[in-house]
């Protein structure tokens, strides 16, 4: 959802190896404004594929600084390509067409908050900050 300038989107996290390795090939779908968040304890340089992912979408690159990096857009099931960046801290994996909905590009910061609520599966919410004021969406 939006609010003034800042975009918010509740993700599950991919946090264990394997949790990292399905990534969205688990995935039926994703609801609107969720996600998929590949969180790494250090800066790493990573490669991401669709695999068996049923449903197009966009990959987000994200650093140390919270900035993006790097960003794939609208990718098919069925893609063969592999989708690369170095010195990365976070990926993030949306429904195609929400980096344009969002206006997330490379240079954008985005801020990652965890949800404290102990379970198992921990739940992120993305804050997308931008200098300008997002008002032409919701």
Do not use: W
Request: net charge positive.
């Amino acid at each position: 959802y939006f609010l003034d300038d800042k975009v918010f989107i509740k993700c599950n996290a991919a946090i264990s190896l394997s949790e990292k390795m399905a990534g969205l090939q688990v995935y039926r779908k994703l609801d609107v404004n969720s996600g998929l968040l590949f969180m790494y304890d250090k800066p790493e340089s990573v490669m991401y594929h669709m695999g068996s992912v049923s449903f197009p979408i966009d990959i987000i690159f994200i650093d140390s600084k919270s900035s993006v990096k790097k960003v794939y857009k609208d990718i098919k099931p069925g893609n063969l390509g592999v989708y690369s960046c170095a010195d990365v801290k976070y990926v993030l994996e949306l429904n195609a067409g929400a980096c344009d909905a969002m206006r997330i590009h490379k240079g954008k910061k985005i801020r990652v908050y965890q949800d404290k609520t102990g379970d198992k599966k921990v739940d992120e919410v993305i804050k997308v900050a931008d200098q300008r004021r997002i008002s032409s969406f919701g």
